[in-house]
Structures are given as structure tokens and as C-alpha cells.
């Protein structure tokens, strides 16, 4: 008879070799089975999780592997379970235009952790995708396709936890489609052999071409948050082209991003379509430095530090950086040039030349008869963004006719409008300080500016004149305009608002003023020997504007041999001069011809000539002196009398001085549209 402790041994043998048996034949059950019966459970609670329809078309097949390296002791006997599906497919939101499909993937792999599953922890590890194909759209409403329903809110959060430990691609294809950017553009992705990622890009990004490739360090695990993974990258849109070389940290959300990156392309303007951020048009640039931050959904920022570079013949550096945050990102920073080509910042405005407008893809036709340039403002992207940019041109290389030094500006954007202030020049030995906004919102744009020049110079101001390099005295002026339009020749067109500048005493060219006076005695005898200084009493001049027109309201020149005044108008629409220049001498002058002088034209070809009328008359009457007479009669007719005149520059100073005012920028009107477009 056996002892209760055999028995015991024997019913404990018996117990232990059923568990080994059930450990194995449970595996060799599970496999043997056939899965598809599970798929349409599987895919109901798929289509419940995300709200889209699901379907497993082909086998669900169940296999086992040994289990990561990283398990231990017994753990390290229990085998893994591997899972492959074969031909999934996950439907469209209704809104998509791209078909009701959004991803199929011929097969996935993925091997389980069955321990993990003790702990309500989904742990998948190894998961392969094996050609999978998938579209991402961007709604017309800022809806995307790769956003799944939400759980509602009142339901407690599922004890359930999906722990994804790495993955993989085989050639792999995903489409970018965005009808608001008109973006098509599909990268082609797969796994090498040493377990790195390479990639390439081909597409349309509005009418530009889209090509580009790239190639990351193998993605060994997606838990290691502090590894750093390789990234190398080149994309080409249109003529811009970015490189980046560097790393990336915690892919899983790209917590850390440094890379060295390059940037160069026919114009800054063309970088928005795929960066979103706003910047002006430029002739051909090229910038290069390190970009460093953060592409994670709740902390995306971006810092380009210390970048280096060239646009048109400037050089250029500083420091930006873009930070997203509602309602608008925001892009701040300060950017240097320590030598400014003048010449370069002509595109700013569009006043560049139609060969320059053709190297940077502006299709814009500048009218052959104007100077004002017609560019249209790119105000539908300025509420895509704010900005706070600091600007220092610290020397100008310009023409010696230019006399501008320096450059001070901050660049702002606040939901859409535009804000250069202070917008400060350095101008032959003075400033020109101005502040300048645009509310780009408002269809026509409407602006307002306010200009304030001290100090300049007018020997400074006409350095290749011969007369000029002698002649004293400085330049005022203060300026309010508003206007409506969206190009610098329709605000011209529109301007309302008042200029006034004045001259304080000091000493001008007596070449210029005999000049502008006509008295061909001095005239001619300056240029056999040389110019004398005239003393200047005071200059002002004070214009109104009304939609575009410019008026004489006051305009004198008072010296102490003359004084001359300015009548008439300068028409901003249509880029015309109507001035006539009236000389009275206050002295005894031999051999004037005074008369008006008058100044016609336009810009583009401005005219200056004498009243050929009075002129006639005046020699008419000396040649019938000259006969009926003496040849001292006849000299009588060529000699200014030249009264006696109080000087008026007190009182026209103070009128100078006085602080111009403009109308709101609503009220101005567009109506001289004509001869601007």
C-alpha cells in the first residue's frame, strides 16, 4: 500500500506534467487554429476605436518566437506569440477627397509580450510594415485624416495601455495631399538592411516641383528617450533647396532636434508655402547655421542660431526663432547685414528690374512710363503668423548720387497688419526716421505714416554736384499720410495728409539760384570763374495731398539776393509735374532774363524749361530799343529793377513747424486707380 507521501509525490508529478503538457499543447492548440474567425471581432473594435471602417481581408495567422533578449530567468523559456495579418484596410472620414481609403498594408508583423498582458499592457515589439500604403489629406477646414474619433469625455479612461517598442517599414509609400497649400506629394520609405531608414520625395507643391531625399540611424528602440538618432536630408521646392545634417532625440516625439542646416533659393518669399512662415521677397540668398528646439506636439519650437549668409551682394546673419502658439505662431528675433547692398532691397518693393524680377519667379510687369513700383502686397499671408524682427543694415553700399549710411528697422506682424517702426535711415548727415503701418486685413490695405527728417545735409545730399560741395545748410522735413491700396503705387495714388520741410539759415550755391532764377549774366560768368556762396535766409515749403494730388499751398526760397517761389502740383496717380518756379530778384541784376521757370513731365521724364513767351517779349522789346534808341535804352530792358522786399521767413518757418496731420486710413479714397495699374 502506498504511503500518503507517495501518493502525494505522485499527484504532484501528475499536476506538474498536465501544466508542462497544457504549457505545450495550449501553443501547439493556438496555432493550429485558424484565427480568421477573430477578424471580424478584431475589426468592430478597430472601426468602434477609431471611427473609421476596418476590414482584416486576408489571414490572421499566429506563430511563436523566443522572447526579447532582455527577458531573464523562466521568462526567457515561455515563447512569444509573432501575429500576421495580411491585407488591412482603413477607411476615409467622409470629408476626404482622396477616396474612401486611407491606408491598406499588404502585411503587418508584430510579436507580443504575453506577460506584459498580465499587467493590462499591450507590449508590442518588432512590428514590421510591410509595404503599406497610406494617404494623410488636410481638410479645406484644418481637419486632418489622421485624427480618430475621440472617446467621450463622461467615459473613464481604459486601464489598458499600448507600449510600442519599435518599428520598421519595407518600402513604404505615404501621400501628403493639402488642397489649401495645393500639395500632392508622396515619400517613398523603407528599412535597410542594417536597420537605418531612407526615404525619397517627389510631388507638386502649387505649381513647383517637389523632389528630395533623406536617410535616419536605425531606430533600435522608440523607448530610449535620451538616444540620438542620425539624420541627413535634402529637399528641393521650386529654386529653394534645404540640407539638414545632424540628430534627433526620442523619436517617438522628436523631442530634440539639432541639425546644420542650409538654405538657399531665388527668394525668402517662396519659403512660405511649406514653412508658414512669412518673409519678404529677396534676390537669390543662401543662408546656412544650426537650427535647435523641439518638434513636440505640446512644446514646438525651432531656434536658427547664429546663421550666416548672402542675399543678392548684402551678407546677412543673426539669430531666429519660431515658436507655435495660438492663435498664431510667432517668429522673433535679429537679423544683421554689415554691408547692405541698396541695390538689394529693391525687391522688397518690387522697384527691382524686370531682370531681377524674372531670376526670383515675380511675374509682375512694371507700365514702362512709371517709377512707382505696382508689385502687389502679399497681405493674404500676413495673418499667418506674428512676427518681431530687428533689422540693422550697419553700411550701405550704394551709387555716390544715394547718399543713404545706415539702416534701423523692427519688423512686426500682428494679425495681419504690418508694422515698420522705427524704420530710421541715416541720409547725408542726417536722419530720416519714419514709422509705417499697413492693415493688411482690410481690402484695399489701408496705411499710415509718419516721417520726421533732421539734420540733412545739402552738400551731402547732391555729392556729384560742383556747385553743391561748397554749400551749407540742412534739410527738415515732417511728414502724415494715409492711404488705401495694395501696392506702393496705389498709396501714392491715394495719399492724403500734409508735407512741410524747411531750411534754417545757412549758405546754398549761388550757381544753383541763378540757375533756377535764369540770369544768364551770372550764369555765365560762374561757369568761367568759379561758384560764390549766397547767404540763405530760410527755405519752406509745405504741401497738402488729397487722393494722390500734391499742392504748392507754400513754397519759398529766400536768400539775400532773391527770393523765389513755387506754385503748382505733382500728381501722385498719374506720376506728373505741374511746378512753376517764379524768381523775384530783391537787387539790381545786368542781364536777366527773369521769367517763370517751368518743370513738366513725369517722373519717369521730367521736362524743365523758361515761359518762351515773356523771354520773346523781353528781347522783342531790347531789339526795338536797340534801334529806336541808345544801346543804354536797350540795356534797360534786360535790367531787373529788383524792389526792395521784406523778408517772409518768420513767418513761413512757423508755418513749417507746424505738425502735419493725416485723415484715418478709412477715409481715404482709391479712385485714381487709373495710370497706376
Request: charged share 25%; net charge positive.
Amino acid at each position: 500500500m502506498a504511503t500518503p507521501l507517495l501518493r502525494n509525490r505522485k499527484i504532484l508529478t501528475r499536476i506538474l506534467v498536465g501544466v508542462v503538457a497544457l504549457l505545450v499543447l495550449i501553443p501547439l492548440l493556438l496555432s493550429v487554429i485558424n484565427w480568421n474567425f477573430a477578424k471580424p471581432w478584431i475589426s468592430e473594435r478597430v472601426s468602434e476605436a477609431t471611427g473609421r471602417a476596418f476590414a482584416i481581408h486576408g489571414d490572421l495567422v499566429l506563430s511563436w518566437r523566443k522572447p526579447a533578449q532582455t527577458e531573464v530567468g523562466w521568462r526567457r523559456l515561455l515563447p512569444w506569440p509573432h501575429l500576421r495579418a495580411h491585407d488591412l484596410e482603413l477607411g476615409n472620414p467622409l470629408w476626404a477627397t482622396t477616396g474612401p481609403t486611407m491606408a491598406k498594408v499588404p502585411q503587418v508583423d508584430f510579436v507580443l509580450n504575453p506577460l506584459a498582458l498580465l499587467q493590462k499592457k499591450v507590449s508590442v515589439s518588432g512590428l514590421i510594415l510591410t509595404e503599406p500604403d497610406l494617404v494623410l489629406e488636410l481638410g479645406k477646414e484644418g481637419q486632418n485624416n489622421w485624427t480618430f474619433k475621440k472617446k467621450d469625455a463622461s467615459q473613464a479612461p481604459s486601464p489598458w495601455q499600448l507600449d510600442l517598442r519599435d518599428l520598421s517599414l519595407n518600402e513604404g509609400t505615404v501621400r501628403l495631399v493639402d488642397p489649401v497649400r495645393k500639395a500632392d506629394v508622396t515619400t517613398r520609405i523603407d528599412t535597410l538592411d542594417d536597420g537605418s531608414i531612407v526615404w525619397k520625395i517627389s510631388g507638386k507643391l502649387d505649381k513647383d516641383t517637389v523632389s528630395g531625399d533623406g536617410k535616419a540611424g536605425a531606430l533600435l528602440s522608440l523607448q530610449e528617450r535620451d538616444t540620438r538618432y542620425p539624420v541627413e536630408a535634402q529637399l528641393k521646392v521650386g529654386n529653394s533647396t534645404l540640407v539638414a545634417r545632424g540628430t534627433l532625440t526620442n523619436p517617438r516625439h522628436i523631442s530634440a532636434l539639432d541639425v546644420q542646416l542650409k538654405i538657399t533659393g531665388a527668394s525668402m518669399a517662396h519659403l512660405f508655402p511649406f514653412s508658414g512662415i512669412v518673409l519678404p521677397d529677396t534676390p537669390r540668398f543662401s543662408t546656412e547655421g544650426r537650427v535647435v528646439g523641439s518638434l513636440a506636439r505640446d512644446n514646438f519650437h525651432l531656434r536658427y542660431e547664429k546663421f550666416t549668409g548672402k542675399v543678392g551682394n548684402s551678407d546677412i546673419g543673426g539669430t531666429l526663432e519660431y515658436l507655435r502658439k495660438e492663435p498664431r505662431p510667432l517668429l522673433r528675433g535679429e537679423v544683421v547685414s554689415n554691408h547692405l547692398s541698396l541695390k538689394d532691397l529693391g525687391a522688397l518693393v518690387g522697384s527691382d528690374s524686370a531682370e531681377e524680377k524674372k531670376k526670383r519667379g515675380d511675374k509682375t510687369r512694371q507700365p514702362p512710363d512709371k517709377v512707382l513700383p505696382v508689385a502687389q502686397f502679399r497681405s493674404e499671408r500676413w495673418d499667418k503668423i506674428d512676427a518681431q524682427v530687428r533689422f540693422t543694415g550697419k553700411k550701405i553700399i550704394r551709387e555716390e548720387s544715394i547718399p543713404i549710411d545706415d539702416l534701423v528697422t523692427t519688423v512686426r506682424l500682428d494679425n495681419g497688419a504690418l508694422s515698420l517702426a522705427p524704420l530710421n535711415f541715416g541720409v547725408a548727415g542726417g536722419r530720416f526716421n519714419a514709422e509705417l503701418d499697413i492693415d493688411g486685413k482690410r481690402e484695399p490695405a489701408r496705411a499710415r505714416m509718419q516721417v520726421t527728417a533732421r539734420g540733412i545735409q545739402l552738400n551731402r545730399l547732391f555729392p556729384k554736384a560742383e556747385s553743391m560741395r561748397a554749400s551749407l545748410g540742412q534739410i527738415h522735413v515732417n511728414a502724415a499720410l494715409s492711404a488705401s491700396g495694395n501696392s506702393l503705387a496705389a498709396l501714392a495714388a491715394s495719399a492724403n495728409g500734409e508735407i512741410k520741410g524747411f531750411i534754417t539759415e545757412g549758405t546754398i550755391s549761388k550757381f544753383i539760384l541763378e540757375a533756377m532764377g535764369l540770369n544768364l549774366g551770372s550764369l555765365v560768368v560762374t561757369q568761367i570763374f568759379g561758384d560764390r556762396q549766397v547767404r540763405l535766409n530760410c527755405l519752406a515749403g509745405d504741401f497738402s495731398v488729397k487722393d494722390g494730388l500734391m499742392q504748392a499751398r507754400t513754397f519759398v526760397v529766400d536768400t539775400e539776393d532773391a527770393i523765389i517761389g513755387v506754385e503748382g502740383q505733382i500728381n501722385l496717380a498719374r506720376e506728373t509735374l505741374g511746378l512753376t518756379i517764379l524768381p523775384e530778384s530783391k537787387g539790381l541784376r545786368v542781364i536777366s532774363l527773369r521769367s517763370p521757370l517751368h518743370v513738366r513731365g513725369t517722373f519717369k521724364q521730367p521736362d524743365v524749361g523758361v515761359d518762351k513767351g515773356i523771354v520773346a517779349m523781353k528781347a522783342g522789346a531790347a531789339t526795338l530799343l536797340g534801334t529806336l534808341a541808345t544801346p543804354l535804352a536797350a540795356l534797360l530792358a534786360l535790367i531787373n529793377p529788383g524792389p526792395d522786399q521784406k523778408s517772409p521767413c518768420a513767418q513761413l518757418l512757423a508755418m513749417a513747424k507746424e505738425k502735419p496731420v493725416a485723415p484715418p486710413a478709412e477715409a481715404t479714397r482709391t479712385k485714381q486707380k487709373k495710370g497706376v495699374q
